[in-house]
C-alpha cells in the first residue's frame, strides 16, 4: 500500500450509474476503513478539527476505526454532530477536515469524509443509537426547519434535555436533504430518514406540513403555545433567474424546481408529479445544486450541458461532483453566460443564446471576473433550460415576525457567537442568515445556536 | 391525517368537502388557498379555501375532477382523510385590508366561472358578513356545472347566473352579463373575476375599456406554494411575480394572460397519461408511437 495516497473507494461505474438513481459512491467497507485509518498520523495540534465547521475530535474517532471499535468511533462523532452519515456523503472536505490534513501536504489526505460515511453507516446497519442522559427540563423550544441546521440545533437541544418540537412547512421531513440533494448522491430510505429516526430517538417531536409565518406566527409559538426560545432554520428557498428575455418560456425551470419534483415528489421513479424529460438540457449555473440537476437530467435521458460564465477552475461545486459529473458524460460549456432564451411559436424554448466571457481582474470574492467579448454571441439548440443561480431566503417568517432584523439580502441578522437575532428569545442559523451554503456549516450554525439558547434560558431561570 | 367531516358532490365531477384542519382554519382569510395531498405518493394540489370555520376548525374546499390526483379525490367519504392538507398558502384578498366604510361606499361585481364559484363564495360572505352587499355573476357551460347558486343568493345583493348553452337562466358568457349590465346603466368601482384563465382574459379585455378595475385569482402550475420552485411565476406589468406568494390575486388588467396561458400547459401530456392510469388502470405499456412509453 502506498501510505501517500487514499484507499480508493468502490463507485458504481460511471456507464451504468448514468441510468440509474443509485447510489455513485459505494463507501469502504471494514478492511478498506481501517486501512485508510492507518494513514492519520494522530496529530497532536490537529488541523483537522479546525477545519470542520461542528469541530469533530476526528483523530479520536479514526483511531477507534483503526482499532475495529466502530461503536466508540460513532460515540466520538455523534458527540458532535446529529448526521453524520448525510455529512459524510455531502461535506466539501477537501475545502474543510481534509484541505487541512498535514498527510496533504505530501500526498493525499486522510479521507476523512469516507471514513464518518463508513462509521454511521455501520451504526445504522448495527443498530446503533445516540443516547441522551441529560435530565429533562420541563422547557419547551421551538425549531423551524426540518433541513440540517434545525436537526442539528434540535439534536443537541435534545440531548441537553429540552423539549423540543420541530415545524416543517412541507409534507416530509429532511428540508434540502429530501427536496434539493438527489437520490443518487444522499439515498432518503437508507440514508436521510435513518438520521431523522435518530433525531426522533432523543425525544424531538416534529409537526408537518405548518408554516411559521401562515399557519401561525413566532409571537404565537411564544405567547399561545408557551415555547420559551425559538430556532429559525428555515433555509434558502427561493429561486433566482436571470432576468433575461424569454425566461418565461415553457420548459424553463428553476433547479429547485426541477429537483424538487424528481426528489421530494419522486418524479425520477413512477409518480403522480410529472418532470419534463428535454432531448438536449442546458444548466445555467457551476454549483453543487447545477451538478445535481444536470446529473438528475442526464439519468432521466436527457443531453446535458452545463453553462457557467467563469472558467472550471472557479467551479463553486465539490471537485468530486464534477469529477462525477465528467465521467458521467456531462459536457461543460464554460466561459459562456446566457443573454436570451429562445423560443418556439408555441412558447417552448427552442434554445439558448449565449456570448463567450474571458477572465478579468479578481473581485471582491478574490475570483477572476468574467467579462463579455464583444461580438461572440452564438446560439445552443436545446428544449430545456435549468437556471440554477442560487437562492435567497424566504420572505415568509421575516415578513411576519415584528422586531426581526433582516439585511438587504434579506438574510437575518445573528450574533455570530450565539445565533441571537434582534428579537429576544429568538435565535436563526444555516441558509436563513447566510444565503445558500453547505449542509455542514448550517449544521455548525444549529450548534451553535443550540448552546447559545441553553445560556439564554439557564440565565432566564424558571 | 385530516378527517373529512362531509363528502358530497356539487355538479358533474365537482365535489365538495368539508376538511378538520385547526392550523388553517384558524388564521385563513378569504382569497388564501390551502394544498393538499390524497395520499403518500399523490401530487400537491393548490385548492382556493371556500369557506372555513373558527369554531368548527373546518375548512371547506371544492374539486372538480380534471387528472390523476383529483380523481383520487373522488372517491373520498366523509371519515376518509386527507394525507396532507397545508396552508393558509398566498395573501388575502385585498378586500380584507381595506377600510369597511371605504367599501360602503363602492359597488362590486364578482364574476365567477364554473368551479370559480367556490373561492368568489367566501368572499362575498365576508362583505355580506360585514354590511357590504355585492353583485355576482355566476356563468357555466350548461345548467349541471352551476354550483352552490343557494348559498350565493343568500350572500349576494344580486346574483345574476348564465350558462353558455341556455339550459339555465341567462345565455351567453359572463362577459356578455356585464355589457348588458352597464348598457342597462349600471357601474361598478370594482370587479373581481375567479374562473377559467381564458375567462379571466375576456372579462379583463373587457371591464378595461369599461375603466373598471379588476383583480383577479391565477391558478397556474405549482409545487410547494411556499415560494420555492417558481413554477407558478407570471409576468404583471414589468415585472415577474410568484402566484404563490405574491398573489394569488394580482391586478387584472396588468397579468399577462397569454404566457400564462401557455405555461398551463406544460405538462398537459404527462397530466394526461397519469389520469388515464388512474382511471383504467396501468392499461398502456407504450408501442404507439406517440407516447415514448415504450423508449
Known sequence: MDVLKKVPVREQDPKVRATNFEEVCLGYNKEEAMEEASRCLNCKNAQCIKGCPVSISIPDFIKEVKEGNFEEAYKVINKSSSLPAVCGRVCPQENQCEGKCIRGIKGEAVSIGKLERFVADWAFENGIKPSVNAEKKNKKVAVIGSGPSGLSCAGDLAKMGYDVTVFE???????VLVYGIPEFRLPKEKVVKKEIENVKALGVK????TIIGKSFTIDELIDKYGFEAVFIGSGAGLPKFMGIPGENANGVFSANEYLTRSNLMKAFKESETPIMIGKKVVVVGGGNVAMDAAR??????????????????????????????????????????????????NGWVSGIKCIRMELGEPDESGRRSPIEVPGSEFEIECDAVIMSLGTSPNPLISSTTKGLEINRRKCIVVKEENGETSKEGVFAGGDAVTGAATVILAMGAGRTAAKGIDEYLSSKGN | MYSILEAKELADSIYEFVVKAPNVAANCEPGQFVIVRTSEDSERIPLTICDYDREKETITIVVQVIGAGTYMMKSLKAGDSFHDFVGPLGRPSELIDTPIEELKQKKILFVAGGLGTAPVYPQVKWLHEHGVDADVIVGAKTKSLII????????????????????????????????????EGKKYDLCVTIGPM???????????????KTIVSMNPIMVDGTGMCGACRLTVGDSVKFACVDGPEFDGHLVNFDEAMKRQQIYKTAEGRAYLKAKEGDTHHGGCGQCGGDK
Open chain 1, 206 to 209: 416534529f409537526e408537518k406540513n
Open chain 2, 148 to 183: 352552490m347558486e343557494k348559498e350565493m343568493e343568500a350572500v349576494a345583493g344580486t346574483l345574476y347566473i348564465t350558462t353558455d348553452d341556455g339550459s339555465y337562466k341567462r345565455q351567453g358568457m359572463v362577459t356578455k352579463v356585464i355589457e348588458d349590465l352597464y348598457a
Open chain 2, 198 to 212: 381564458i375567462m379571466m382574459k375576456f372579462v379583463c379585455l373587457l371591464t378595461k375599456k369599461l375603466e373598471l
Open chain 1, 169 to 175: 412547512a412541507l409534507h416530509e421531513l429532511g428540508g
Open chain 1, 296 to 345: 438528475t437530467a442526464l439519468r432521466l435521458g436527457s443531453e446535458v450541458h452545463i453553462v457557467y460564465r467563469r472558467s472550471e477552475e472557479e467551479l463553486p461545486a465539490r471537485v468530486e461532483e464534477v469529477h462525477h459529473a465528467k465521467e458521467e458524460g456531462i459536457i461543460f460549456n464554460l466561459l459562456t453566460n446566457p443573454v436570451e432564451i429562445l423560443s418556439d411559436e
